[in-house]
């Protein structure tokens, strides 16, 4: 057996065996504990698992791409904000509103479009000015929560369509509208990070920045390329999400950075660039929805929930830690 | 390396372990999802009380549940109560319109829905059993009231002129309130007038500017009327700086910056909201319609009225 080998099958199936024991626990604990009749495992309960898990999941996707290139976008949950009142305040100017349900692609289209050009003017400034990416996304964040506030003051702004919320909690081939996007957003970042250029750049940039420029890669747009994308994955989010809730308060998405960013990390992808797997973001993904619903199901106090997250993801690093040590010294022998 | 990874495992189990506590005997199963428990006391008062009137109620099982704040995770905790089956489902909605679709589903799987505290907008009334909480109409009379009253032991009922601050533009709280003083003031005292009035958007340091340019406008102000305490106490702050004595300060919410200034006899009265009276008031309304019983659609609990006269029956409001 090759030196390693063992520490890089417990690194990339440390976040399933993780599912696998929280699966276990819940439905053992909720046995005694929960005051429903239904298991935990019930197919209807894991269903809904997966289309909560969208609005986080579909920017973790994005996040892993950044993370992997070495930068970090803190900006995605005011973007998500941002969006979400351009999809639902574009229903109702007279121009569209004439349309009837016509104005949804429209409106779509519109807020997709948003998320991209707030992608492209984080990553323009990042490839530009040379500013590391985390307090650039950190002055946009409070930029772009800015505009949300400026939008409509403390209002929420509302449009409850309901065509719009029919498609929206369809369910084709069992699952949920929220759900099918996720997996189709999962398979699609999957393939750009394993089976193109691209995605072997994204690689290289965040193992070794000066190697890749050296190698001809051109960074700088590279980067800002990386930025559109998971700008338009927070803004698939927000159309995903408020097509079927229909109002957005102008706080939505606080701290969603944070959950996307814990996601990524329990999913093994390093602070530091070089490494990660969208597959593992996937069950990081799973894993942190997973632990909320599995807490409400045995009736865990609601303050405990963020608690228990918190020790779960240092326990995380902490294994991921020691396993990378391990792994380095044996390379020596 | 296997030692280590047992250990983290073992750190894991444990904080889930320790999470857990719940209990599971017969009856209603209720669950409810309320906007942000700990944001503010009145929420965290409300929290335990609902808690506390569930447990002494053998009747009921509640699975009580926390937004946080955020509609995402409320409208999937209320889908999480329609997949466990409860048998009824109480939101304290943290955005009025975006928990519709929500409310729906609930509506269409068979689950009473019960709001509690603020209403959801009227597009999902028929989707809702009942609305249990205060009713901002009523408070905003009973201040009126509490005001004339005032009035008439001065002896000035025939020429006293009032200011009202109001609450931020747009919150049915702030209208209703609004609505509830300047439609019963009129009818308790006629010769009353009420001079102007300016939002004060739920905030002391707005209301005190507000006050201020009030004082400078009008030499004569006999009462002002806040859409609650927080401004009430911002407008008495402006009357203190300015040297304006014998002005009558009366909310239309009773906030603990307002009940330590009328122990100092500075503000005379307002409307007494108890958090406890709005959680115990929900759960009842929740078993009320699970018994089938004939509830009301807008089922409002009281708020009595408190003055300087009949504090002491009063404990201090806990935010």
């Given at each position: 057996m090759q030196a390693g080998t063992l520490s890089t099958f417990l690194k990339r199936g440390a976040i399933w065996g993780f599912i696998v024991l929280e699966l276990i626990f819940f439905t053992v604990a909720g046995e005694f504990l929960s005051l429903s009749e239904t298991a935990f495992m019930d197919a209807g309960n894991m269903l809904l698992l997966f289309k909560q898990s969208a609005p986080i999941g579909i920017i973790a996707m994005g996040m892993t791409i950044v993370m992997i290139n070495g930068n970090i976008d803190l900006s995605v949950g005011a973007i998500y904000a941002l969006c979400a009142v351009v999809l639902l305040d574009s229903m109702t100017w007279p121009m569209l509103?004439?349309?009837?349900?016509?104005?949804?692609?429209?409106?779509?289209?519109?807020?997709?479009?948003?998320?991209?050009?707030?992608?492209?003017?984080?990553?323009?400034?990042?490839?530009?000015?040379?500013?590391?990416?985390?307090?650039v996304t950190l002055g946009s964040m409070l930029g772009y929560r800015g505009l949300v506030f400026m939008y409509n003051g403390e209002q929420p702004t509302s449009h409850l369509n309901w065509t719009l919320v029919d498609f929206a909690e369809a369910q084709f081939l069992g699952l949920h509208t929220a759900t099918w996007f996720l997996l189709v957003v999962t398979a699609a970042i999957w393939f750009l990070m394993n089976k193109t250029v691209h995605g072997r750049n994204a690689y290289a940039i965040g193992d070794n920045r000066e190697a890749a420029v050296n190698a001809g890669i051109r960074v700088g747009p590279h980067m800002m390329i990386n930025f559109m994308i998971i700008g338009f994955l927070a803004a698939l989010s927000a159309v995903v999400f408020y097509s079927e809730s229909g109002s957005v308060n102008p706080n939505d998405g606080e701290l969603y950075e944070l959950w996307v960013i814990t996601a990524v990390v329990l999913g093994g992808t390093k602070l530091t660039g070089g490494a990660g797997s969208i597959v593992s973001t996937f069950g990081g993904v799973v894993a942190i929805q997973l632990l909320r619903k599995g807490l409400a199901h045995i009736g865990a106090d609601t303050s405990t929930v963020n608690l228990v997250i918190g020790l779960i993801l240092i326990a995380v690093l902490f294994l991921d830690r020691q396993l990378n040590v391990k792994g380095k010294e044996e390379l020596k022998i | 390396m296997k030692l280590r990874t047992a250990l983290?495992?073992?750190?894991?189990?444990?904080?889930?372990?320790?999470?857990?506590?719940?209990?599971?005997?017969?009856?209603?199963?209720?669950?409810?999802?309320?906007?942000?428990?700990?944001?503010?006391?009145?929420?965290?008062?409300?929290?335990?009380?609902?808690?506390?009137?569930?447990?002494?109620?053998?009747?009921?099982?509640?699975?009580?549940?926390?937004?946080?704040?955020?509609?995402?995770?409320?409208?999937?905790?209320?889908?999480?109560?329609?997949?466990?089956?409860?048998?009824?489902?109480?939101?304290?909605?943290?955005?009025?319109?975006?928990?519709?679709?929500?409310?729906?589903?609930?509506?269409?799987?068979?689950?009473?829905?019960?709001?509690?505290?603020?209403?959801?907008?009227?597009?999902?009334?028929?989707?809702?059993?009942?609305?249990?909480?205060?009713?901002?109409?009523?408070?905003?009379?009973?201040?009126?009231?509490?005001?004339?009253?005032?009035?008439?032991?001065?002896?000035?009922?025939?020429?006293?002129?009032?200011?009202?601050?109001?609450?931020?533009?747009?919150?049915?709280?702030?209208?209703?309130?609004?609505?509830?003083?300047?439609?019963?003031?009129?009818?308790?005292?006629?010769?009353?007038?009420?001079?102007?009035?300016?939002?004060?958007?739920?905030?002391?340091?707005?209301?005190?500017?507000?006050?201020?340019?009030?004082?400078?406008?009008?030499?004569?102000?006999?009462?002002?009327?806040?859409?609650?305490?927080?401004?009430?106490?911002?407008?008495?702050?402006?009357?203190?700086?300015?040297?304006?004595?014998?002005?009558?300060?009366?909310?239309?919410?009773?906030?603990?910056?307002?009940?330590?200034?009328?122990?100092?006899?500075?503000?005379?009265?307002?409307?007494?909201?108890?958090?406890?009276?709005?959680?115990?008031?929900?759960?009842?309304?929740?078993?009320?319609?699970?018994?089938?019983?004939?509830?009301?659609?807008?089922?409002?609990?009281?708020?009595?009225?408190?003055?300087?006269?009949?504090?002491?029956?009063?404990?201090?409001?806990?935010?």
């Amino acid at each position: 057996m090759q030196a390693g080998t063992l520490s890089t099958f417990l690194k990339r199936g440390a976040i399933w065996g993780f599912i696998v024991l929280e699966l276990i626990f819940f439905t053992v604990a909720g046995e005694f504990l929960s005051l429903s009749e239904t298991a935990f495992m019930d197919a209807g309960n894991m269903l809904l698992l997966f289309k909560q898990s969208a609005p986080i999941g579909i920017i973790a996707m994005g996040m892993t791409i950044v993370m992997i290139n070495g930068n970090i976008d803190l900006s995605v949950g005011a973007i998500y904000a941002l969006c979400a009142v351009v999809l639902l305040d574009s229903m109702t100017w007279p121009m569209l509103a004439g349309l009837g349900d016509a104005a949804i692609p429209l409106a779509w289209a519109l807020a997709l479009l948003t998320g991209v050009a707030l992608g492209a003017l984080n990553g323009l400034i990042v490839w530009k000015t040379g500013v590391d990416a985390f307090i650039v996304t950190l002055g946009s964040m409070l930029g772009y929560r800015g505009l949300v506030f400026m939008y409509n003051g403390e209002q929420p702004t509302s449009h409850l369509n309901w065509t719009l919320v029919d498609f929206a909690e369809a369910q084709f081939l069992g699952l949920h509208t929220a759900t099918w996007f996720l997996l189709v957003v999962t398979a699609a970042i999957w393939f750009l990070m394993n089976k193109t250029v691209h995605g072997r750049n994204a690689y290289a940039i965040g193992d070794n920045r000066e190697a890749a420029v050296n190698a001809g890669i051109r960074v700088g747009p590279h980067m800002m390329i990386n930025f559109m994308i998971i700008g338009f994955l927070a803004a698939l989010s927000a159309v995903v999400f408020y097509s079927e809730s229909g109002s957005v308060n102008p706080n939505d998405g606080e701290l969603y950075e944070l959950w996307v960013i814990t996601a990524v990390v329990l999913g093994g992808t390093k602070l530091t660039g070089g490494a990660g797997s969208i597959v593992s973001t996937f069950g990081g993904v799973v894993a942190i929805q997973l632990l909320r619903k599995g807490l409400a199901h045995i009736g865990a106090d609601t303050s405990t929930v963020n608690l228990v997250i918190g020790l779960i993801l240092i326990a995380v690093l902490f294994l991921d830690r020691q396993l990378n040590v391990k792994g380095k010294e044996e390379l020596k022998i | 390396m296997k030692l280590r990874t047992a250990l983290a495992a073992t750190v894991a189990c444990t904080a889930l372990a320790g999470a857990a506590f719940a209990e599971s005997h017969g009856g209603y199963k209720i669950g409810i999802t309320q906007n942000n428990v700990g944001v503010d006391s009145y929420q965290t008062t409300y929290e335990q009380a609902f808690i506390a009137a569930a447990e002494a109620n053998d009747m009921v099982d509640t699975v009580v549940l926390d937004a946080g704040g955020d509609v995402a995770r409320q409208i999937a905790q209320v889908e999480d109560l329609i997949q466990q089956e409860v048998d009824a489902i109480i939101i304290w909605p943290t955005n009025g319109e975006a928990v519709i679709p929500a409310v729906r589903k609930a509506h269409k799987a068979g689950i009473p829905v019960i709001v509690t505290n603020s209403n959801i907008a009227e597009q999902g009334f028929e989707f809702v059993a009942s609305f249990s909480g205060p009713d901002n109409i009523t408070q905003g009379s009973r201040a009126a009231e509490i005001m004339c009253d005032k009035f008439k032991d001065m002896g000035i009922e025939t020429e006293a002129r009032v200011v009202q601050i109001s609450g931020q533009p747009g919150y049915t709280t702030a209208i209703e309130r609004a609505k509830g003083f300047e439609d019963r003031l009129p009818e308790v005292c006629p010769e009353v007038t009420l001079v102007e009035t300016q939002p004060g958007d739920w905030n002391r340091e707005k209301s005190q500017k507000v006050m201020e340019a009030f004082l400078v406008k009008y030499d004569d102000i006999d009462g002002v009327y806040a859409g609650d305490d927080n401004m009430g106490v911002g407008a008495l702050n402006a009357a203190k700086a300015a040297d304006r004595e014998g002005i009558i300060f009366v909310g239309a919410t009773n906030f603990s910056v307002g009940y330590e200034a009328m122990e100092r006899g500075e503000y005379w009265g307002s409307i007494y909201q108890s958090p406890v009276d709005d959680a115990e008031a929900a759960l009842q309304t929740a078993i009320d319609v699970l018994e089938g019983k004939e509830v009301p659609f807008l089922n409002y609990f009281d708020t009595p009225k408190i003055t300087q006269d009949n504090m002491g029956d009063y404990t201090k409001p806990v935010f």
